[in-house]
């Protein structure tokens, strides 16, 4: 959950706007991606801003790859939703040329989540009991061990279902409903995160409970790890070692 207001906007009356040239840097940002300009590239084309802000490639990634830019119900649109996914598109292609050398799968990593503080996990890099990868989470330090190959599996299963037309049309109950709606109010006021936490983890289960099985006899296509990744939110982890795979909303 992103809680760093991006850059392009500022809170004026409780309301994010959109701030004025930052904006237009944005704007700038993606028109030069599209034109084939790299992340590098740009960062050097952009002088240093009158608020401090020193550009470097990380920057420029983050925001070709930030979804608020296209505007919600809470932040204004700086850029139109056609150009963002043109630069996911592009970024997609030229990222696949990655792929022969490095495990596809690699993507899902980056979406690691706590299921306790939603903190990010990461590998720690050490090997503990049956071989197994160990992951801590940055925040809190929960700690927990799984098998790379079946954790990827259960994963796997989860997009199948979520990401693929496997077997009818996805139809929310009445307890995703009922959820969902508990979520957006516990949004609004965030009084109790801990409690919003679960909500979200307790939804995700609920959403995935009512999604259509796959047809015993048809088979399924290979998942594309670099295409689910861009429609993952989330993958949280918690303590009973529990996976809730969490997609974007559109």
């Given at each position: 959950?992103?809680?760093?207001?991006p850059?392009?906007y500022?809170i004026?009356?409780g309301?994010?706007?959109?701030s004025e040239?930052?904006?237009?840097?944005v704007r700038s940002?993606?028109?030069?991606?599209?034109n084939?300009?790299?992340?590098?590239?740009?960062?050097?084309?952009l002088v240093?801003s009158?608020?401090?802000?020193?550009?470097?490639?990380?920057?420029?990634k983050?925001?070709?790859?930030?979804?608020?830019?296209m505007?919600?119900?809470?932040?204004?649109?700086?850029?139109?939703r056609?150009q963002y996914?043109?630069?996911?598109?592009?970024?997609?292609?030229?990222?696949?040329?990655?792929?022969?050398?490095?495990?596809?799968?690699d993507?899902?990593?980056?979406?690691?989540?706590?299921?306790?503080c939603?903190?990010?996990?990461?590998r720690?890099g050490?090997?503990?009991?049956?071989g197994k990868?160990?992951?801590?989470?940055?925040?809190?330090?929960?700690?927990?061990?799984?098998?790379?190959?079946?954790?990827?599996?259960?994963?796997?299963?989860?997009i199948?279902?979520?990401?693929?037309?496997?077997?009818?049309?996805y139809?929310?109950?009445d307890e995703?409903?009922?959820?969902?709606n508990?979520?957006?109010?516990?949004?609004?006021?965030?009084d109790?995160?801990?409690?919003v936490?679960?909500q979200?983890?307790?939804?995700?289960?609920?959403?995935?409970?009512?999604?259509?099985?796959?047809?015993?006899?048809?088979?399924?296509?290979p998942?594309?790890?670099?295409?689910?990744?861009?429609?993952?939110q989330?993958?949280?982890?918690?303590?009973?070692?529990?996976?809730y795979?969490?997609l974007?909303?559109?």
């Open positions: 959950m992103r809680r760093k207001m850059y392009g500022e004026r009356d309301n994010y706007v959109i040239p930052m904006a237009e840097n940002i993606y028109q030069l991606y599209l084939g300009q790299s992340y590098s590239g740009i960062s050097k084309m240093q009158e608020d401090g802000i020193q550009w470097n490639k990380h920057r420029v983050r925001i070709l790859e930030d979804e608020r830019y505007g919600d119900d809470r932040w204004p649109a700086v850029i139109q056609e996914e043109k630069v996911q598109d592009t970024i997609a292609s030229k990222t696949a040329n990655y792929q022969k050398r490095s495990n596809p799968q993507v899902i990593w980056k979406k690691l989540t706590c299921g306790s939603g903190g990010q996990v990461h720690t050490a090997r503990v009991e049956g990868t160990q992951l801590r989470c940055k925040e809190c330090g929960m700690t927990l061990a799984y098998k790379s190959d079946e954790l990827i599996n259960e994963i796997k299963i989860q199948e279902r979520l990401c693929q037309p496997n077997g009818g049309e139809e929310p109950s995703v409903i009922r959820i969902e508990q979520i957006n109010r516990g949004l609004e006021c965030l109790d995160p801990e409690c936490l679960n979200i983890l307790n939804g995700a289960a609920a959403r995935f409970r009512c999604c259509p099985e796959a047809s015993d006899g048809r088979q399924k296509e998942v594309d790890w670099m295409i689910a990744g861009r429609w993952i989330s993958i949280a982890l918690t303590e009973n070692k529990d996976i795979v969490n974007k909303r559109k």
